[in-house]
């Protein structure tokens, strides 16, 4: 019995293939900087992934990449994770 279960489960996954998810995190990279939403920018592969997949419209990061990153490895938010402020600006650098 306990066998023709893990058999139906295996069969089930079989037929439904994951989805292929990539996730772009780039630094320094404005919001219209892409062929995405700016048509006059110069990224076709871009905006060729965009046409062809799901684009995601609302987000937030913040100004320097430590927390938008630590919030996406952790799941959590910035506070959480101690990485709100940038630290080479406490530092005085």
């Not at 996730?23 to 062929?35: C, E, N, P, R, V």
């Not at 939403?37 to 799901?54: Q, S, V, Y």
Request: charged content about 15%; glycine content about 6%.
């Amino acid at each position: 019995m306990l066998a023709q279960v893990f058999a139906a489960a295996a069969a089930v996954t079989a037929a439904a293939p994951a989805p292929h998810v990539v996730f772009f995190l780039a630094d320094d990279f404005g919001h219209y900087d892409s062929t995405v939403w700016n048509p006059d920018a110069p990224t076709p592969t871009l905006g060729k992934l965009a046409a062809e997949g799901i684009k995601l419209d609302r987000h937030y990061v913040y100004q320097f990449c430590s927390p938008t990153r630590s919030s996406f490895v952790s799941g959590r938010l910035p506070i959480h994770v101690n990485t709100e402020n940038n630290p080479s600006s406490e530092a005085g650098g």
